[in-house]
């Protein structure tokens, strides 16, 4: 669910936080070559830390410095000493955080009575949705159109009373929440944004430095899309790219593409920064938002690959694409196209050697051939339970094996090859952040807690 891909490669641990850039993934691939971190733990054993969080949240942490940086419901941001776990500080960023009691007063002024038949509509719907829901989980099939009818019209009445209360939250999926996209750093500034359209900028002590409500998200399952630092800008998605001067606040260009979960990645051509939207697959042109090529290449709900030159989307239609070398004709040559088992991939993939390693939201894992998209080999991990929608954290390697988290809290650690062969299965607290690495340490954001594991 879930800043994307081909971000700068994030300095080592040793260098100062001026010198870092890092964000979804940490530099975007979910590769660690370097970490050595541990095989076997739970929520008890090889914990360096715990430290409880003050709400839930899918996003992972991301390492600045000494310093962590996670989220929490519905819309705080919150520091944690590296060493010791320990809370530093929490920011939240409702409306009422960063605007000031005139700015409400004026966007309130005879809100309210407008509203009232619209919420009023809203709560039934809700109602009617939760009744559907217990029909289909005793296995009324019929109910499943209903329920897809009843989402619809609440997703039309959220326009409306968006369009009616500027104050007005949007609606939201019970699993995403509001906090599932990643924060981003240039080792200076934290950048956030949420699920409320509010985009914010702190410095490492925890003052604001700068807060938008940029868009609001109006598909009703919420919003996942990471930040995306390129050059001196932050890029945002929600309903549109928006690129805000990261020093100063001030909006540069704002270009329509469509809303999704996955975020931009970017990549260089000819020397020139460009910026490739998740779900719609449109090349942006990174210094004025101009699109360049429309609908190239994209995802139904993770975040492209980059790797060394070729962008890989890969779900159950998986398929890599050349990158442009030329700025004036920026389109992607396909290279290859493959169908592989499961459905959705809520996961972004991880490339290691010459194979692709990538897990369906029900857990079929695919390993593919980087270079032709031939199967390698299909393997069911047994990590979903009941549910089919468990595996949202990416698939990342680390110390030279492959780690696959669900929902549930499992942990699976793989050796990589052509064949599959499991190290471990952990078990940890629930969970649908992607873990991160940073030498002999695995940092993972259960929805309870903030976990440093090692050795």
């Not at 960063?98 to 109602?127: C, F, M, N, T, Y």
């Not at 779900?315 to 992607?332: G, Q």
Request: charged letters at 25%.
């Amino acid at each position: 669910m879930l800043l994307r891909t081909a971000l700068l490669l994030l300095a080592a641990a040793s260098l100062a936080a001026g010198d870092q850039i890092t964000g979804w993934r940490t530099d975007g691939t979910g590769s660690y070559m370097s970490a050595t971190p541990p095989t076997v733990f739970d929520a008890e054993k090889n914990v360096v830390w715990k430290t409880a969080m003050p709400d839930w949240s899918n996003a992972q942490a991301i390492i600045v410095g000494d310093k962590i940086f996670v989220n929490s419901e519905p819309s705080t941001l919150v520091c944690v000493d590296r060493k010791s776990g320990k809370i530093l500080w929490q920011k939240p960023n409702e409306y009422t955080d960063i605007l000031s009691d005139e700015e409400i007063a004026k966007l309130s002024a005879g809100v309210q009575e407008k509203a009232k038949p619209i919420r009023a509509a809203i709560a039934k719907v809700k109602e009617e949705m939760a009744e559907l829901r217990k029909a289909i989980q005793a296995g009324d099939e019929a109910a499943r159109g209903r329920f897809r009818g009843k989402r619809l019209q609440l997703r039309n009445l959220d326009k409306q009373l968006n369009e009616i209360d500027p104050l007005n939250i949007p609606n939201r999926h019970d699993a995403n929440g509001y906090s599932s996209a990643v924060p981003t750093s240039d080792g200076k500034h934290v950048f956030v944004v949420y699920g409320n359209g509010v985009a914010a900028a702190y410095d490492l002590e925890g003052n604001r430095k700068w807060a938008h409500v940029l868009d609001k998200p109006t598909h009703g399952w919420g919003h996942s899309a990471s930040p995306l630092l390129v050059g001196d800008k932050v890029v945002f998605h929600i309903l549109d790219v928006v690129a805000i001067e990261k020093n100063t606040g001030k909006e540069l260009w704002r270009t329509e593409s469509k809303e999704g979960w996955g975020g931009p990645v970017t990549f260089k051509v000819g020397g020139e920064d460009m910026i490739l939207t998740a779900t719609h697959g449109d090349i942006l042109r990174a210094e004025d938002g101009k699109i360049l090529a429309a609908k190239a290449a994209g995802l139904k709900f993770a975040t492209p690959v980059i790797h060394n030159g070729i962008l890989y989307c890969i779900e159950k239609d998986a398929r890599a694409y050349k990158l442009p070398t030329d700025p004036a004709n920026p389109t992607l040559e396909k290279i290859w196209s493959a169908k592989i088992k499961g459905s959705r991939h809520y996961a972004s993939s991880v490339i290691h050697g010459d194979l692709i390693y990538a897990v369906s939201r029900e857990g079929w894992m695919n390993v593919l051939e980087k270079d032709t998209g031939k199967v390698v080999y299909e393997h069911e991990l047994g990590i979903s339970g009941n549910n089919q929608n468990s595996i949202y954290p990416s698939v990342s390697v680390a110390g030279g094996h492959i780690y696959i988290g669900s929902e549930e809290g499992t942990v699976l650690v793989v050796k990589p090859g052509r064949q599959y062969e499991q190290v471990a299965r952990n078990q940890l607290e629930k969970f649908r952040g992607t873990p991160i690495f940073d030498g002999k340490r695995m940092y993972v954001r259960g929805l309870s807690n903030l976990y440093c594991l090692g050795e």
